[in-house]
């Protein structure tokens, strides 16, 4: 039963994606956090949020970008990572998309933990993930 669930948690979010919204999607959630952060490994933003948060579920979506990131060519994307009894991770990433099927300049918007209790804890670069999500578990 618990895998069934799983299954339907992990494609609901496909489902509900606009067809002008998979492209910006795919392309953040494939997109190499080294390109966010240097620092970071050469591997995709959903490989590395899959690893960090121990494989949770995550669900991707196109967003309203903030005031300060709109333009004419800028697209968002979110992704929520569900942490099994533990809250969830959101990431947020702005892109510039002079059309709807090429993407540039991606740009780190938001990182932060949100607790069951309903705290919400930024994170203030992509890089400090891991070390939150840790002092998280091991303050428990």
């Not at 956090?33 to 240097?38: E, F, T």
Request: hydrophobic share 40%; with cysteine; net charge positive.
């Amino acid at each position: 039963m618990r895998r069934v669930l799983l299954i339907f948690l992990l494609t609901v979010p496909l489902w509900a994606q606009s067809k002008s919204d998979k492209p910006v999607v795919e392309y953040v959630r494939t997109l190499r956090v080294s390109a966010i952060d240097r620092t970071l490994p050469d591997v995709s933003l959903d490989y590395f949020l899959r690893y960090e948060t121990e494989g949770a579920a995550i669900n991707w979506q196109r967003i309203d970008c903030p005031d300060k990131r709109q333009g004419p060519f800028r697209q968002c994307v979110q992704a929520d990572a569900f942490l099994a009894n533990r809250g969830a991770v959101t990431v947020s990433i702005s892109v510039d998309s002079p059309d709807q099927r090429s993407f540039s300049r991606p740009e780190l918007i938001d990182v932060y933990i949100t607790e069951l209790s309903g705290l919400v804890r930024p994170v203030h670069r992509l890089r400090d993930l891991p070390m939150e999500l840790h002092r998280r578990t091991a303050s428990r």
